[in-house]
Each structure stands twice: as structure tokens, then as C-alpha cells.
């Protein structure tokens, strides 16, 4: 299975600063079409799961745009240019390269 | 816009069988291009892929639990289940289901339920 590690698990932000989040992958997740195969989400207590990020860096429909998306290969990273209120929650990427699906292990992302 | 919602016994006894439905309204099972998933995430933990069916009944289990897990379609209710047989408190967790969407035979999960919680417990 792919190993899927997140850094940091833990990240306090400040309203209107900027916010990272590194995902690195055991293997590559670019596939010969030449798109990455890297996901990412966000978990809400008592909501359904948002998919924020598909194919590495595309924004799913609805996403404001300071949440972006970067990398290839084994290196990703999400980024929100400007912190709100509402963007709390835990942060999970995904590979949907290969069966089965696999998770990093969350950063929970708290306001200062 | 697709909604999904689970449902099923919150409370489940060890070495018995866990059961849960996933409705889905706003979209057709039926329809090709979806894998019909269930994940789970455990408390403190991160999260797990359970599998997929697609609307023919094919099916494809994560190897972890391949021998304790079933999953069914229920075209005709647009509902999809999920069988986690032989339970232990390692199986408490919230389960969720999810819709798949496989443009090129790859895909991710683009819409969710909003999970349950179910735990193993005497």
C-alpha cells in the first residue's frame, strides 16, 4: 500500500495569515496521463467530509479560491493564502492512484 | 447535488456483524462512471478505505478486511450496504459512504455522507 504522511499534525494560524500543509506519498502518484493523483479534504465534526482538491492542485467545485494545491510526484502541499474562521478542521490528503485508497494521518488546523 | 446518508444500529455487540445502508438521493445509483465506497476513521486515528461497488454488483475490498467484509446494491432503492462480519472494539469507528467518480477507470470521492458513529461494545 501507499504510505501517505502528513506534516504538521497540529497547526494554530492566526485569522488572515497563511496556512501549509505537506503531504508526501511512499510512491509517486503521477500517473503516465500525466496527472498527479493526489487529493485532498477537509473533515468537519458532525458534517459530511469537502473535497477541496483533486488531481494534485484542480479545486473542486465551491472552493474559494485561497485553497490551493501544488506538487507532483511524491511531494505535495496545500496551501490557504488567508486563514478564515471557518476553514477549522482536521486536513486529510488521499492517492487515488492505486487500490487500496490511502490516507494521511490528518493536521488539525486550529485558530489562534 | 447528490446527498448520501447512512444508517443502521449505532451499537454492535463483539462477533457479531456490523450492517449499514448508505441512501443515496439528488443521483442514480444506476449510473455508470461511480464506485459506491464506504471508509471508516477511528477515533484519534486517521482514516481507512473499506471498498467500493459499482451499480453491477462488482466489488473491490481493501486487503486488510477482505475476509470479514461484504458489500450489496439495491438499484431499486438507490441504496448501497456494507457487512463487517466477526466485530471488535478495533472496528469502532464513524462510518462513512462516499460516491466515487472514475473519469478514466481513477477516481476519488466527491461526495460524502456525513458519517455515523458505531460502536463495538457488550
Known amino acids: 500500500d501507499i504510505v501517505m504522511t502528513q506534516s504538521p499534525l497540529s497547526l494554530p494560524v492566526t485569522p488572515g495569515e497563511p496556512a501549509s500543509i505537506s503531504c508526501r506519498s511512499s510512491q509517486s502518484l503521477l500517473h503516465s496521463n500525466g496527472h498527479n493523483y493526489l487529493v485532498w479534504y477537509l473533515l468537519k465534526p458532525g458534517k459530511s467530509p469537502q473535497l477541496l482538491i483533486f488531481l494534485g492542485s484542480t479545486r473542486a467545485s465551491g472552493v474559494p479560491d485561497r485553497f490551493s494545491g501544488s506538487g507532483s510526484g511524491t511531494d505535495f502541499t496545500l496551501k490557504i493564502s488567508r486563514v478564515e474562521a471557518e476553514d477549522v478542521g482536521v486536513y486529510h490528503c488521499m492517492q487515488a492512484l492505486q487500490t487500496p485508497r490511502t490516507f494521511g494521518q490528518g493536521t488539525r488546523l486550529e485558530i489562534e | 447535488q447528490v446527498q448520501l446518508q447512512e444508517s443502521g444500529p449505532g451499537l454492535v455487540k463483539p462477533s457479531q456483524t456490523l450492517s449499514l445502508t448508505c441512501t443515496v438521493s439528488g443521483g442514480s445509483i444506476s449510473s455508470g462512471g461511480y464506485y459506491w465506497t464506504w471508509i471508516r476513521h477511528h477515533p484519534g486515528k486517521g482514516l481507512e478505505w473499506i471498498g467500493y461497488i459499482d451499480y453491477s454488483g462488482s466489488t473491490y475490498y481493501n486487503p486488510s478486511l477482505r475476509s470479514r467484509v461484504a458489500m450489496s446494491v439495491d438499484r431499486p432503492k438507490n441504496q448501497f450496504s456494507l457487512k463487517l462480519n466477526s466485530v471488535t472494539a478495533a472496528d469502532t469507528a464513524v462510518y462513512y459512504c462516499?460516491?466515487?467518480?472514475?473519469?478514466?477507470?481513477?477516481?476519488?470521492?466527491?461526495?460524502w455522507g456525513q458519517g455515523t458513529l458505531v460502536t463495538v461494545s457488550s
Open positions: 462516499a460516491r466515487e467518480v472514475v473519469p478514466a477507470a481513477i477516481g476519488w470521492m466527491d461526495y
